[in-house]
């Protein structure tokens, strides 16, 4: 079965810093998808990022970026030029057949 | 326009009652999903539904029961409610069930449900 991981319950840094979230999972899929989604406190879920485990390159949305490491099995997203509008809730979600959510890491930027 | 609604947002009741929650999807898509998240904010999918037709059914209680009348609905139906089923439900739905990086899922707002 597939799990995933995010072993960071909370992190906080400062408005305009770069911040990067864990993400590590198990599959013995060679297929898949990964996704970071966000959950601010309006509670609405949002897909920030996403990237297909067959493409080498990393996704880059604007300032949210990834790092793949597929041999790792590992999928950590970076936030650069961190602002007060990225507080949130962001899991790390892994997609084969169906959608496995890690357990969150709760981001808090500070002014 | 709202993509994905749920109603109501905040449903609060007692033990032993039987509730529903409504889902909606404007957006034309195949597959809806409801998902669970409790009180620690892990979020676990409940039931999937493709052209009314359940093709996702995770290890729920019976007395949660899905039911898609068109696939632009899919209802959640909870029946003698239990202090455990207190969580944020949400919606969701995708063009179809297949497992596709474009395949993304619309989340609702989410319900939440207090039982007392």
């Known amino acids: 079965a597939q799990t995933v991981t995010q072993s960071q319950p909370e992190m906080s840094v400062q408005e305009a810093e770069t911040v990067t979230l864990s993400c590590t999972y198990d599959t013995s899929e060679s297929n898949y998808y990964l996704f970071w989604y966000k959950q601010p406190p309006s509670r609405q879920m949002i ?65 | ?18 509730k529903s929650i409504k889902c909606e999807q404007n957006l034309g898509h195949d597959t809806m999903y409801w998902y669970k998240q409790d009180s620690k904010k892990f979020l676990k999918i409940m039931f999937s539904y493709n052209n009314k037709e359940l093709i ?33 439900y949400f919606c969701a739905s995708s063009q179809d069930r297949l497992a596709d990086i474009y395949n993304e899922q619309f989340f609702g707002p989410g319900t939440r449900l207090t039982v007392l």
Request: charged share 20%; aromatic share 8%; net charge positive.
């Open chain 1, 47 to 111: 897909l920030v990022i996403r990237q297909e485990a067959y493409k080498q390159q990393n996704a880059t949305e604007n300032r949210f970026s990834v790092n793949f490491q597929k041999a790792a099995k590992s999928f950590s997203l970076k936030i650069s030029d961190s602002q007060l509008g990225d507080t949130a809730m962001y899991f790390c979600a892994f997609l084969r057949d169906k959608i496995i959510f890690g357990k969150g890491t709760r981001l808090h930027i500070l002014p």
């Open chain 2, 1 to 18: 326009d709202t993509a994905v609604s749920q109603t109501p947002k905040y449903l609060v009741t007692q033990m032993g009652n039987d």
């Open chain 2, 56 to 88: 996702i059914n995770e290890t729920v209680p019976n007395r949660f029961s899905p039911k898609s009348p068109d696939k632009a609905h899919l209802n959640l139906h909870i029946n003698s409610l239990e202090l455990g089923d207190s969580a944020v």
